[in-house]
């Protein structure tokens, strides 16, 4: 089945700094891949998406892109804030062609924390 | 922000009792979901629903039933609480399936005695 691995955290950064968090997946077929953010107390929000190999997902001064050939999309920002502190979960849906057409399978997610 | 409420928020229920959560959108979106997060597990689906009256298991469904009533509704039902069921719960919704994105609640903070 499908499943999604995450770099274990926590990490923790000081402001500026540059961020990565690894995601790399294992799926059939062509699925979309997501980051979703939950912030203390909070429900998930999509943070970025693509949907095809060599896609380009962007948002807030987030960036990951979709590579087929190392499965993986990591999540990247060049400068981060105090404010980007929250738990960041990669996500994948199935594509049309299995069984898991749909439906979001997360990894355990990254608390990131970013000192002033 | 979507409009999805859940309820409870938070709840603490002995073992060996029933629980309903709660998950009410203004959306009218046609899928409906619920999750359970536990600390290392990320998000893990246990129910959805495709429309009214149409409902299907994930991947940690043993131990919860759902219903599906109206398009706006979908509960989650909990037959008879046990300890390994405290998690925090999440509903989400969407439009339909491929790439839409799914929408997702404020959760409910489930425990367990």
């Known amino acids: 089945g499908n499943s999604v691995t995450q770099m274990e955290g926590p990490v923790t950064l000081s402001e500026e700094a540059f961020l990565t968090i690894n995601c790399t997946y294992t799926a059939t077929g062509y699925p979309s891949l997501f980051w979703y953010v939950q912030y203390p107390g909070e429900g998930l929000q999509l943070l970025l998406k693509a949907t095809k190999a060599d896609d380009k997902g962007s948002n807030k001064g987030f960036e990951a892109t979709y590579r087929k050939e190392t499965t993986s999309f990591h999540l990247e920002k060049g400068s981060v804030q105090v404010s980007d502190s929250a738990v960041y979960f990669c996500?994948?849906?199935?594509?049309?062609?299995?069984?898991?057409?749909?439906?979001?399978?997360f990894g355990q997610g990254t608390i990131l924390t970013v000192h002033p | 922000d979507a409009g999805i409420t859940q309820s409870p928020r938070h709840k603490v229920t002995e073992t060996g009792t029933p629980v309903t959560l709660r998950c009410h959108q203004t959306e009218n979106h046609r899928y409906m979901y619920w999750y359970r997060q536990d600390p290392g597990h990320g998000l893990r689906l246990i129910h959805y629903s495709y429309g009214v009256k149409d409902t299907d298991k994930g991947e940690v469904s043993d131990g919860y039933s759902v219903s599906r009533s109206k398009t706006e509704d979908f509960l989650l039902t909990l037959e008879s609480a046990t300890s390994s069921q405290t998690s925090v719960y999440f509903c989400a919704i969407s439009e339909g399936q491929g790439s839409y994105e799914q929408y997702f609640g404020p959760g409910t903070r489930l425990t367990v005695t």
């Open positions: 996500a994948l849906k199935g594509d049309a062609g299995g069984t898991s057409y749909g439906k979001l399978t």
